[in-house]
């Protein structure tokens, strides 16, 4: 047995390259990660076409259970968007691989966080530790995160922030609006709210949005799933040149004037 994970890119199925695509014609059973990724609506489908055979969209429970490994497969593949290995549920896949004795090999695609400098202006060196935001609850209100981002622009790096994904899409801006500020009032911390950020709105999708402006004005916005959000640390003169290119002279500006 042999299990192939693909990242299937930014763009769904037109971004498989032609080596995945040589692989998944050679797979007798494709299973599709919809957990922790989120694909175009008719990714499924496009796939179905390209490969003749219907994929088996898991579910959290079918991806975490590792029971698509007991289907009796000689060669599969398990497709995640963007790239392999931006979720630790895909090291705990190749891990059990190992454990079970099947092979494994990574086919690598384009990523979200790779594909962030070439939409901001804001230079890849100068990029801190990603950071997940969970959702909360009553009972539930971590810090960590929102102390990681005071930690890299304390250190002059910039933050990318991962939403928690709810009922197969990104947790709504409001709701992450209202966890930043939970966590930042619990960690008796200033707010990051009045801070300069840039959201990145289904990148590599048709309708794609790139935009410019502090947090709490992007987050007022009804935010369209996928997105992430980048909170940068002061940037150098370089990388307000880029962003001036990107989003205009007058926008980065009047946003990064004070810092």
Not at 230 to 245: A, C, F, Q, W, Y
Request: aromatic share 8%.
């Amino acid at each position: 047995m042999n299990l192939n994970i693909i990242g299937s890119g930014l763009r769904g199925t037109r971004s498989i390259t032609l080596e995945q695509k040589d692989v998944l014609l050679k797979s007798d059973r494709i299973f599709v990660d919809s957990y922790t990724s989120i694909f175009e609506p008719n990714f499924a489908a496009d796939l179905e076409e390209i490969t003749g055979r219907p994929p088996v969209i898991l579910d959290r429970e079918g991806v975490e259970s590792f029971s698509f490994l007991d289907s009796g497969f000689e060669v599969g593949s398990f497709i995640v968007s963007g790239d392999p290995f931006t979720s630790t549920t895909h090291y705990a896949i190749m891990n059990e691989c190992r454990t079970r004795g099947i092979g494994c090999r990574i086919y690598e695609n384009a990523s979200i966080t790779g594909s962030i400098p070439g939409r901001t202006g804001l230079s890849p060196y100068r990029t801190g530790i990603v950071v997940s935001i969970p959702r909360i609850s009553a009972n539930f209100v971590p810090v960590s995160p929102v102390m990681k981002i005071i930690s890299n622009i304390d250190n002059g790096l910039h933050t990318t922030l991962l939403i928690d994904l709810d009922s197969g899409k990104n947790m709504d801006s409001s709701v992450l609006l209202e966890t930043l500020t939970a966590m930042t009032e619990k960690a008796g911390i200033e707010a990051l709210t009045a801070r300069p950020a840039i959201s990145l709105e289904r990148l590599g999708w048709s309708d794609e949005q790139v935009n410019l402006n502090f947090l709490e004005k992007i987050l007022e916005n009804d935010l369209k799933s996928p997105y992430s959000i980048v909170i940068p640390s002061k940037p150098d003169s370089n990388e307000l040149e880029n962003m001036r290119g990107i989003f205009g002279h007058n926008a980065v500006n009047n946003t990064f004037g004070m810092f």
